[in-house]
């Protein structure tokens, strides 16, 4: 009986670099952006050869399937060019750039080059019947812009026996991965739902996630808690991956990638047939094994020799099927190799890859590896509501004049180019400060003014930095703090020009100064178009969240107008929630003095009608803080617990762990609205018992906001909701979600302000807070709690 023949489809690059790059990691400062410096010098040296050789193709697709030791290979890729040479012979441009010093580019100095040119003269010839090519390597040297070409000559023969050589080295993992994605896909097939039944709205959503997954598309479900989002997200589509993927499971914060690697755990334990292979993506900072991260051969001993190790380590990792941040450091320390960048490589080899939105909607740190062209991906992006404001974050830039001027003082004395470039930076600056200066508002809090066109000057100011900033940083390696901090400065100007490139009428440039300190920053007021063109590298999308109404809003910040949407209730008892509204307090603003004793009574009769924990949210923390002091003063036996306006890991942690304790004594937590704590908490039973939201949530008013509003009024005659009153309920919904977790959970939700019975609020209010009553007093609340808590 004939062996059974694999498929496979491969990128060339991908397979010329697996097999015979070698070398270190070595991230140290190496000039410009160097993907968009590449990029824009292959167009440079293509457009030449146009007018050298006038048949010259650029960038031309090539694709030919190969059969090698009973696996079928489908080989693609794009050669830079494909020319007559003035012999008459085919020839085959491949083009490089590189920073090696001149005398060092001998045509030989990185082998996976010729082979990468070999193979692509190889299916030309092929497929255009002819018995020789010849190939040329042309590389540039970025630093001293000199040229250098080196060809060969090869019979047709002899490019396929190229080709069957590298596919036969490459064959013991294309049958692995081969072998892998088939049964893989058959035990995905055979997988069943890992629970006895299905919770309350639960069948609806893997319907709806499994049917925009399989026909493409996108979907955005809004799924309170309780009805297990992740693994109603994540078990339909894996039935629905098909030969495709793999699935992307992309999260706002670290904390949330658990819920993913534990829902996937649950799957693993419920069959032991089941072949599914994850890697959580760690960010670099956090999983570096060293105690300074330097990513340079000198300094860090799991990246010198990297690419010599990361066969021999990948061979053994795919053994190794949920790649978490500990399995990925223990795989690094037993091969000495890299845990992130083997994290990366893995993920090619993997069905699941959970990891931060960065990895697909950051144009800096996307995975080039898959997101330079489409793909039969699915998109499983948990608490989707961050998303806008998280893209906006993404393609926005800020420089400081600060960061300039400090520069220059770290250069010393003594005239140079680099002062000069710096000194005509920071002078544009000075400049914008005195504009700011004329500008109306309060000068105790800083002076603003905003433009609707980028910043030119500055931006031919600080491209002219950019070259004597370079050598400064190539003459200067050692790792000081000025070396760090002109490194730093470099990548923020960089930064910089690239949002400048992108910047239309979705950008505003904004100008502000306090004191002597001027800050320029180019806002992306919509993310819209952005996040569209990502979405669209994939097959589908499904976005989730307890919080996602609007669904319009939604639809329309993120890109997808032609989005489905969902809505389910939610699956817990609604007698078990206590649901109020103060509507005799006012938190505006203007009437927060005023407000002060009435919101710590009001605290106070919550946190003492039954003993447990419980979290009071605030808009700010400067009203937070007078809140609980008035509230410790005059009730000093309730002890309570304070958010600090910047808390690490630990402090978040050990904040957290004090609602975790089950000692039967009273808690008042207070914290911020919007922050860390009011979403991605999972308090179960006692540890949180009710929850006070004190205010709407409405963003502070200030300059920027007005920027979002002024433009969503002229766009979408929507700018109070969408600046103030959607992103607003957003945060009081995520907050009030922290109280029921489970169906055995009872608990209390105080919503403190009159404008929540505002009807353009309250039609925000999901369905099952259809019970909520108002309140007029302390007294009164104390008369529905004790009713309630009985």
Not at 754 to 766: C, E, G, I, N, V
């Amino acid at each position: 009986m004939e062996p059974e023949t694999l498929a496979l489809t491969l990128p060339i690059r991908r397979l010329v670099e697996f097999l015979l790059r070698t070398g270190s990691i070595d991230s140290r400062f190496t000039g410009f952006d160097r993907a968009l410096e590449g990029a824009r010098l292959h167009r440079k040296l293509q457009r030449a050869a146009v007018k050298e050789y006038p048949d010259y193709q650029a960038e031309a697709a090539l694709k030919q399937d190969y059969a090698c030791a009973q696996i079928t290979y489908t080989l693609e890729g794009r050669a830079d060019g494909i020319f007559t040479d003035t012999d008459g012979m085919p020839t085959i441009d491949e083009i490089k750039t590189t920073t090696l010093p001149p005398e060092l580019i001998t045509g030989e100095q990185s082998p996976e080059h010729w082979a990468q040119a070999q193979i692509y003269a190889a299916i030309y010839a092929r497929q255009n019947g002819l018995p020789a090519m010849r190939v040329r390597l042309t590389y540039f040297q970025v630093d001293e812009e000199l040229e250098f070409r080196f060809s060969h000559d090869y019979t047709a023969d002899a490019l396929d026996a190229v080709v069957t050589d590298l596919l036969t080295q490459y064959a013991p993992w294309a049958k692995r991965a081969a072998e892998w994605q088939r049964i893989s896909r058959t035990s995905l097939a055979a997988l069943q739902f890992p629970f006895p039944g299905y919770r309350p709205g639960q069948r609806a959503m893997i319907g709806a996630v499994y049917k925009i997954c399989t026909e493409g598309g996108q979907l955005l479900c809004q799924a309170p808690t309780g009805i297990g989002k992740t693994m109603s997200v994540l078990f339909p589509a894996l039935k629905a991956v098909g030969q495709g993927g793999p699935v992307f499971y992309l999260t706002a914060r670290g904390t949330t990638r658990a819920a993913a690697e534990n829902a996937l755990a649950l799957l693993r334990a419920s069959d032991a047939d089941l072949k599914l292979r994850s890697v959580t993506l760690t960010a670099k900072d956090k999983i570096c094994m060293q105690d300074r991260r330097e990513c340079t051969p000198e300094a860090c001993p799991y990246a010198k020799g990297y690419y010599d190790r990361v066969r021999t380590a990948l061979w053994d990792a795919l053994d190794t099927h949920a790649l978490t941040a500990d399995a990925l450091q223990m795989l690094a320390r037993r091969h000495k190799v890299c845990p992130f960048e083997l994290g990366l490589d893995l993920s090619l080899w993997c069905d699941v890859v959970i990891g931060d939105y960065n990895y697909l909607f950051d144009p800096v740190v996307h995975l080039e590896r898959f997101f330079d062209t489409a793909g039969d991906y699915l998109f499983l992006l948990d608490e989707a509501h961050n998303l806008p404001d998280r893209a906006r974050s993404m393609h926005s830039a800020v420089l400081a004049k600060s960061a300039f001027y400090d520069a220059k003082k770290r250069l010393g004395k003594g005239k140079s180019s680099l002062k000069n470039a710096l000194t005509k930076v920071n002078d544009i600056f000075i400049e914008w400060r005195h504009r700011c200066e004329e500008a109306p508002g309060d000068s105790r809090f800083g002076r603003t003014f905003f433009e609707k066109s980028r910043a030119d000057e500055l931006d031919r100011a600080l491209t002219r930095l950019c070259e004597p900033l370079e050598i400064w940083l190539d003459e200067h390696r050692d790792p000081d703090e000025t070396h760090e901090a002109l490194l730093q400065l470099y990548f923020d100007i960089r930064a910089w020009l690239r949002v400048a490139d992108t910047f239309d009428d979705h950008f505003v440039l904004q100008i502000s100064a306090h004191g002597n300190e001027v800050r320029a920053a180019m806002l992306c007021l919509d993310p819209s178009d952005f996040l569209a063109a990502d979405f669209a590298k994939g097959r589908a999308a499904v976005l989730f969240s307890a919080t996602l109404a609007p669904a319009g809003y939604y639809r329309d910040l993120c890109g997808l107008p032609d989005a489905r949407a969902v809505a389910l209730r939610s699956p817990f008892d609604t007698e078990h929630l206590g649901l109020w509204c103060a509507r005799h307090v006012s938190t505006r603003y203007k009437d927060r003095a005023d407000s002060i004793a009435k919101v710590a009574d009001l605290l106070a009769v919550m946190s003492g009608a039954r003993a447990g924990h419980y979290l009071a949210f605030f808009p700010s923390y400067s009203y937070l803080q007078q809140v609980w002091e008035d509230f410790t003063a005059r009730y000093p036996d309730q002890p309570t617990l304070c958010q600090e306006s910047a808390m690490d890991e630990g402090k978040r942690a050990e904040f957290l762990a004090q609602f975790q304790k089950s000692d039967g004594r009273p808690l008042l937590g207070f914290a911020v609205l919007g922050g860390v704590f009011g979403e991605g908490v999972d308090l179960t039973g006692e540890s949180l018992i009710g929850a006070a939201i004190v205010s709407p949530g409405l963003p502070q008013v200030g300059p920027r906001q007005e920027q979002l509003r002024d433009y969503f009024e002229q766009t979408r005659g929507s700018g109070f909701d969408y600046a103030y009153r959607f992103p607003g309920m957003n945060k009081v919904l995520q907050a009030a979600g922290r109280v029921i977790r489970t169906p055995e959970d009872r608990g209390v939700v105080l919503l403190i302000d009159d404008r929540f019975l505002a009807p353009d609020t309250s039609r925000l209010m999901p369905p099952h807070w259809e019970q909520l009553k108002t309140v007029d007093s302390a007294q009164a609340l104390t008369a529905e709690l004790a009713a309630f808590w009985k």
